[in-house]
């Protein structure tokens, strides 16, 4: 009996060793990610910020990944829709976010979301950084910051501000301005970059913040007319246009970030895979150039700055939209 049962014990042992081989090689021979196209949902109109940057980057990417990576345009509700549909969406690498830093502050402007900012998403990195940029129409009688500020102090409320849509960066960024500078302008919101510029350009608007890499076209063309970036320090596609902080806001900050994020839970070799392959185009020297021209600063960010960024955000523009009262609702 005792014979019988050492027998059986090594048969069972000899198979285990027999199959731990074939095991290995069926994992080491398994599909490497990606297998098919994968979609990157922008959250917003085509012509924006973050649809024209990561545009520029998909042709690289789909060289790197084998697999075409196709952009998805789902707008609306300050890109809470599209973002929605990530945040419900498997978390197997073949659905991501590519968005901007209003996913940080519509997580303080609606009281009810249909996801969690935080919870819900894994970042994986940023692609970049850009001040915004106040500009006006030509006709409207000012060439500086200090003239401006002069004008709505002297005319309060009659200087209209047009935004990308209620309770979106350009609309923060306008009412930090008005808080900041002492004075009062008059929010005109559209649906999207291009329509609310399309305004400003016909004259039913006077002023507007936006993107660099949306205003460059349009002051190249004299179309509109730069009176200062929002970062702290000049940018290098407009290195003549002041800083806010320099033209007679001391202290002023509102930079935009463009970004790549996943739904959470996707697995860690996959958010690598994509953290590299988005990296290494990055740093190529035509992708470079092209972010350079439209003022755009790389950045690159790990994941865990990415999330710390995020949260950063969330806890300086919670203070703006609570000192001034703000909501989406």
Same mark, same amino acid.
């Given at each position: 009996?005792?014979?019988?049962?050492?027998?059986?014990?090594?048969?069972?042992?000899?198979?285990?060793?027999?199959?731990?081989?074939?095991?290995?090689?069926?994992?080491?021979?398994?599909?490497?990610?990606?297998?098919?196209?994968?979609?990157?949902?922008?959250?917003?109109?085509?012509?924006?910020?973050?649809?024209?940057?990561?545009?520029?980057?998909?042709?690289?990417?789909?060289?790197?990944?084998?697999?075409?990576?196709?952009?998805?345009?789902?707008?609306?509700?300050?890109?809470?829709?599209?973002?929605?549909?990530?945040?419900?969406?498997?978390?197997?690498?073949?659905?991501?976010?590519?968005?901007?830093?209003?996913?940080?502050?519509?997580?303080?402007?609606?009281?009810?979301?249909?996801?969690?900012?935080?919870?819900?998403?894994?970042?994986?990195?940023?692609?970049? @950084?850009?001040?915004? *940029? #106040?500009?006006?129409?030509?006709?409207?009688?000012?060439? =500086?910051? $200090?003239?401006?500020?002069?004008? /709505?102090?002297?005319?309060?409320?009659?200087?209209?501000?047009?935004?990308?849509?209620?309770?979106?960066?350009?609309?923060?960024?306008?009412?930090?301005?008005?808080?900041?500078?002492?004075?009062?302008?008059?929010?005109?919101?559209?649906?999207?970059?291009?329509?609310?510029?399309?305004?400003?350009?016909?004259?039913?608007?006077?002023?507007?913040?936006?993107?660099?890499?949306?205003?460059?076209?349009?002051?190249?063309?004299?179309?509109?007319?730069?009176?200062?970036?929002?970062?702290?320090?000049?940018?290098?596609?407009?290195?003549?246009?002041?800083?806010?902080?320099?033209?007679?806001?001391?202290?002023?900050?509102?930079?935009?970030?463009?970004?790549?994020?996943?739904?959470?839970? @996707?697995?860690?070799? *996959? #958010?690598?895979?994509?953290?590299?392959?988005?990296?290494? =185009?990055? $740093?190529?020297?035509?992708?470079? /150039?092209?972010?350079?021209?439209?003022?755009?600063?790389?950045?690159?960010?790990?994941?865990?700055?990415?999330?710390?960024?995020?949260?950063?955000?969330?806890?300086?523009?919670?203070?703006?939209?609570?000192?001034?009262?703000?909501?989406?609702?």
């Amino acid at each position: 009996m005792k014979g019988k049962s050492f027998r059986l014990g090594l048969c069972v042992f000899l198979g285990g060793v027999s199959l731990t081989p074939l095991w290995a090689e069926a994992q080491s021979t398994a599909p490497a990610y990606p297998t098919r196209p994968i979609r990157a949902i922008v959250p917003f109109p085509a012509g924006g910020g973050i649809d024209t940057v990561i545009r520029i980057l998909a042709p690289k990417m789909t060289e790197s990944l084998g697999q075409p990576l196709l952009i998805d345009n789902r707008a609306g509700a300050s890109g809470t829709l599209g973002t929605e549909v990530v945040a419900k969406s498997a978390p197997d690498g073949y659905t991501l976010l590519g968005t901007f830093s209003s996913h940080s502050q519509n997580q303080i402007l609606y009281r009810k979301l249909p996801f969690d900012t935080l919870r819900d998403f894994t970042p994986i990195t940023v692609f970049g @950084t850009v001040p915004n *940029i #106040l500009v006006s129409n030509p006709t409207l009688p000012v060439k =500086t910051v $200090k003239e401006l500020i002069a004008l /709505a102090k002297r005319r309060p409320g009659d200087v209209l501000y047009a935004s990308i849509g209620p309770a979106s960066p350009s609309h923060l960024t306008a009412e930090l301005f008005n808080s900041m500078a002492g004075v009062k302008t008059t929010h005109v919101p559209y649906k999207g970059a291009a329509p609310s510029l399309v305004a400003l350009v016909s004259g039913e608007t006077q002023i507007t913040f936006t993107t660099v890499l949306v205003a460059v076209p349009y002051l190249k063309a004299n179309r509109l007319r730069a009176l200062g970036v929002t970062s702290l320090k000049r940018s290098g596609a407009l290195p003549d246009v002041p800083t806010l902080d320099e033209a007679g806001v001391p202290g002023f900050e509102s930079t935009a970030w463009w970004g790549l994020l996943a739904p959470a839970k @996707t697995p860690k070799p *996959i #958010l690598d895979r994509l953290y590299n392959v988005t990296i290494a =185009t990055m $740093k190529t020297p035509e992708i470079r /150039a092209r972010l350079d021209q439209l003022g755009a600063e790389p950045a690159g960010h790990t994941p865990e700055a990415f999330d710390q960024l995020i949260r950063d955000d969330i806890s300086k523009w919670g203070k703006v939209v609570k000192a001034l009262g703000i909501t989406a609702d």
